[in-house]
């Protein structure tokens, strides 16, 4: 059982930041790949980040938040990171952070890839 603790949302203006937090249970979080994914109501959750496991830590990004959205992580805190920069109204939605236990799934833009999700954190833009 792994589970996922976001924090960090709140309330931001247009062209603002935020920075969110995941922290994870689990012994070999190091191996897993942790994605970042957003809902808003009535939508389906749709991909944002992902960032692979030991082996390959590699990056992917939507096309939405690319060269304004960093993810990061830190194996000694169990902690996966999603910069968000020059935020726009559209990025207003619930952010859920996500564990794939094998390492990057080969759909890593899916939710079915995923094995655990966190709570969700909230964020919101204001004009």
């Known amino acids: 059982q792994v589970q996922l603790v976001e924090s960090g949302g709140g309330l931001v203006q247009a062209g603002g930041s935020l920075r969110l937090s995941c922290a994870a249970s689990g012994r070999t979080f190091s191996n897993y790949a942790m994605g970042w994914f957003r809902q808003t109501p009535g939508k389906e959750r749709e991909f944002v980040a992902v960032i692979g496991g030991r082996g390959g830590y590699s990056i992917d990004y939507a096309v939405s938040v690319k060269g304004r959205f960093t993810i990061s992580r830190d194996n000694a805190k169990n902690t996966v990171f999603l910069q968000m920069n020059s935020l726009k109204r559209e990025d207003t939605a619930v952010y859920y952070c996500?564990?794939?236990?094998?390492?990057?799934?080969?759909?890593?833009?899916?939710?079915?890839?995923?094995?655990?999700w966190g709570q969700g954190t909230q964020v919101n833009v204001s004009a």
């Open positions: 996500a564990a794939a236990l094998l390492g990057m799934p080969s759909a890593a833009t899916d939710v079915s890839s995923y094995d655990y």
